[in-house]
Structures are given as C-alpha cells and as structure tokens.
C-alpha cells in the first residue's frame, strides 16, 4: 500500500474525499478500490492504476495465533502474527525492518541478516491485513506490539511514523496505550521516545541479568551496557510516569539458575519495572533449549519473593514456527533451491 501516493491524488480531489478513502480502508477494510462505492468511478480507476491496495500474503494457522508473511512489491517478505485473546481482543505483532542487525543468537531474524529498513506504509499494511482478515469474524486489531523481525528504534523515523498514523482518529484510531514496542536497548531510540507526545508502552529486550551472558545472546549489546540501559529507562520513567517491561526470555541452562533470578531482582527493584517471562521458542540453533515451565515458574517466585512484578508468558506458537524470522527463512531456502 502506498499511502503517500494516495495522500497525493487526493490532493486534486475536494477535502471530502479523505475522508471517504480513510473510511473506505481503514473502517470498512476494503480489498479493492471497486469496494469504494462512494467514490466516483473515475477516481477508483485511477487509485486502482496506480496505487494497488492489494496485499499478497500467505497465512499459517495455529489455534488462537495465526501467522502471515507478506511479500512486498519489490519481493521482499516480511513476517507478522496474529495473537486472538480470549476476550476477542487481538494483538497484532508487526515487523520494522527486513531483517536485523543486531545478530541475537537465539533469533532466526537475527541469523538471515540485515537488509533493509521498512516504510511506515509497509509497517502499516501489516495491521491493514489482519484487520481485513478479521472483518468477516466482525472483530477487528485491538493492540500492536513492535516486536516483529528488526530492531524498531534503528528505524525510529518511519517507526513512529507508523505509530502516528495507527494513533490517529481520522485513520486506525488504536489507542497510545494499546501500541507497544520493543528494544534491545537502543539507547538514542529510549530518549527520543522520552520526548515524544504519544504514551505508547516500552518494552526491553534483556534476556539477562549481567553483561558477559547478555553479549553471549546479543553480540551488540556491548554498545548498550545494562547499567546504561537502566539509566536511559529510569530517564524515561521520570519524563514519562509510564511503566517499562523487561522481557527475559528463558534458555536452559544459558539464564535460567536461581542466581540469576537473585541478580535480576537487584537490577530490577525499582518503581515501574516489570519483568516478562517468556518460553523460548526453539530455531535450528541447537545450542540452545527451552527452560521448562517448572522452571519458569520457580525462576518468577524468586523475582516474586524479591517483590518484583512478574508475569509469565506461555508459548503458544512452536508449531506455526513462531520464533521471528523462521518463516521468511525457511521460504527464501525454498525459493534458492527450486
């Protein structure tokens, strides 16, 4: 979806027209511009010429969380989940970039490299997609979440470009507090958030409670130290009055020892931090295995006993493959070898 290109052949159009169009795409979910009744014939020929709403995407299935990949108009294929709560309210995961630099070791994204930042539009479109997918079950995106494949704030311009444009009433109208993005620690990204007049949630991807482990996990996290980190929050939480979730994914063996959990309480014993457990989902990687959930649930009563907010996370997408990355590597394999 190019929605600059439409923003711009609006332009010759009465005012009215935008709102008929955001209507059109954006309440009523259209797949094609002949869907558009209340525009005149003409103008849908000409959208339909040259700004497409067609989106090409493949979905898997798996219970309550549905996976899609999407492939762009240059053949690029980006990944995004659908997670249905059982309140019908749905959480949509979007992706930033193609790829990603950061490297982790547990990431399939982080294995197939960087390639290139995505648009606002093509982040967008991610969320247009599902909301099309959920209009015949007359429900419709409740939550965003930023924690797709790439690393948001290294493409913090067309990411919070996006993030205004789901915010708006005229357009998605999905509240601040209902959109979520995490970071492996960007600190430049954390301060301009600070800055930013739109309450949306922070999380933060530590996944360790001292540096040598974290480096081990996150090859780049040199550059982004967990004292500096937890300054760059604390900064945030004085400007903002927003809680920050610490997401720790639980690996066998590498970050799961009941001295972590004791270490982590020290780190995170402070006001509004919130620590996430959450299973890890296995990739091709062998070197690492999935904490148990006896595991899991000892490692959180530690954090617990420590007076620490905790919540536990449980898996629910292994068999949709829904470590990101997974799906957009496994098609590019496939594509090299036919």
Not at 14 to 25: H, S, T
Not at 142 to 166: A, C, R, T
Request: with cysteine; net charge neutral; proline share 3%.
């Amino acid at each position: 979806m190019n929605i600059h290109r439409i923003h711009e052949i609006l332009l010759e159009e009465p005012k009215y027209r935008f709102e008929q169009v955001n209507k059109a795409l954006f309440e009523e979910y259209i797949s094609s511009w002949e869907e558009a009744s209340t525009l005149p014939k003409a103008l849908r020929e000409k959208l339909e010429k040259e700004c497409s709403i067609d989106i090409k995407a493949e979905i898997v299935k798996q219970g309550k969380t549905e996976k899609a990949l999407i492939t762009l108009e240059d053949g690029e294929v980006i990944e995004t989940v659908l997670i249905r709560g059982k309140d019908k309210r749905n959480t949509v995961c979007v992706s930033s970039q193609i790829g990603c630099a950061m490297n982790c070791a547990f990431c399939a994204t982080g294995q197939s490299g960087f390639n290139r930042n995505l648009s606002s539009d093509e982040i967008i479109e991610q969320v247009v997609f599902w909301n099309r997918h959920l209009k015949g079950d007359e429900e419709k995106v409740d939550n965003v979440v930023y924690m797709g494949m790439g690393e948001p704030f290294n493409n913090y311009s067309e990411f919070i470009k996006s993030v205004k444009f789901l915010n708006n009433p005229e357009t998605m109208n999905i509240g601040a507090r209902r959109i979520s993005v995490s970071t492996v620690g960007v600190l430049d990204g954390i301060k301009r958030l600070a800055g930013e007049k739109i309450q949306i949630n922070l999380a933060i991807s530590l996944h360790a409670p001292n540096d040598p482990i974290r480096q081990s996990l996150i090859p780049t996290a040199n550059q982004y130290k967990i004292g500096d980190i937890i300054k760059a929050v604390d900064d945030y939480i004085r400007k903002t009055g927003r809680r920050v979730m610490f997401e720790y994914l639980m690996i066998s063996g590498v970050n799961d020892t009941d001295n972590n959990a004791k270490e982590l309480s020290v780190l995170m014993r402070r006001p509004l931090y919130m620590v996430n457990l959450i299973p890890y989902n296995p990739t091709d990687n062998t070197r690492f295995k999935a904490s148990s959930k006896e595991r899991m649930e000892e490692f959180g009563s530690i954090l617990e006993e420590n007076k620490i907010g905790v919540t536990i996370r449980h898996s629910s997408g292994q068999n949709i493959e829904a470590a990101c990355g997974q799906l957009r590597r496994d098609k590019k394999d496939n594509i090299n070898k036919s």
